[in-house]
T-cell receptor, first 115, second 115 residues
Framework: AQSVTQLGSHVSVSEGALVLLRCNYS??????LFWYVQYPNQGLQLLLK??????LVKGINGFEAEFKKSETSFHLTKPSAHMSDAAEYFC?????????????FGTGTRLQVFP | DAMVIQNPRYQVTQFGKPVTLSCSQT?????MYWYQQKSSQAPKLLFH???????NEADTPDNFQSRRPNTSFCFLDIRSPGLGDAAMYLC??????????????FGPGTRLLVL
């Protein structure tokens, strides 16, 4: 069975600082991994996904994530935080015991950005 | 633009009074999902349809049911809402059979309040 763990339920950074949101996965097969962002009272928007094509994945809004098999990690980074990045971020993995792309979500990390 | 639409965005109901939430999509996707998201928690899958094939999660209460009359529409029925059913309900779609890392596209959600 697949699962993801997000370390840190809250992360605070200053505007312009590096953003690092951590996600570790557990999977007995090559995983499909996703990062979604959720703004207050909104649905989830895909930031980026890993489907084994390239280990460094670039997404929207300047975010990227690197798949590291040796560390079973898929951390999300952005070189310079913007106030508009303040939101909840969810890491997710496809449950490959299903015949559809059922997602298993982590518990989320709330990002605060201070001026 | 192709999208996932949820109506209403906010729904207030009374304890025990049936309520229906609506989701429509213009993506022509085969799979539609319903998630429940309680405050500060990850989305939890309730059920999904692949075309007309209904798939219920094992821990989804019987109080929750769904209908998909055609490709574009899917409904979530809560037969007798309790206070614990107050949550954000998210509809999502994906293209087809997996798992192959296909993206799920989310609607903006319906926030349900039970009085």
């Amino acid at each position: 069975a697949q699962s993801v763990t997000q370390l840190g339920s809250h992360v605070s950074v200053s505007e312009g600082a590096l953003v690092l949101l951590r996600c570790n996965y557990s999977s007995s097969v090559p995983p499909y991994l996703f990062w979604y962002v959720q703004y207050p009272n909104q649905g989830l928007q895909l930031l980026l996904k890993y489907t084994s094509a390239a280990t460094l994945v670039k997404g929207i809004n300047g975010f990227e994530a690197e798949f590291k098999k040796s560390e079973t990690s898929f951390h999300l980074t952005k070189p310079s935080a913007h106030m508009s990045d303040a939101a909840e971020y969810f890491c997710a993995v496809s449950d490959q015991s299903y015949n559809t792309d059922k997602l298993i979500f982590g518990t989320g990390t709330r990002l605060q950005v201070f001026p | 633009d192709a999208m996932v639409i949820q109506n209403p965005r906010y729904q207030v109901t009374q304890f025990g009074k049936p309520v229906t939430l609506s989701c429509s999509q213009t993506l022509n996707h085969n799979v539609m999902y319903w998630y429940q998201q309680k405050s500060s928690q990850a989305p939890k899958l309730l059920f999904h349809y692949y075309d007309k094939d209904f798939n219920n999660e094992a821990d989804t209460p019987d109080n929750f049911q769904s209908r998909r009359p055609n490709t574009s529409f899917c409904f979530l029925d809560i037969r007798s809402p309790g206070l614990g059913d107050a949550a954000m309900y998210l509809c999502a779609t994906s293209k087809g059979r997996g798992p192959r890392g296909e993206t799920q596209y989310f609607g903006p959600g319906t926030r349900l309040l039970v009085l």
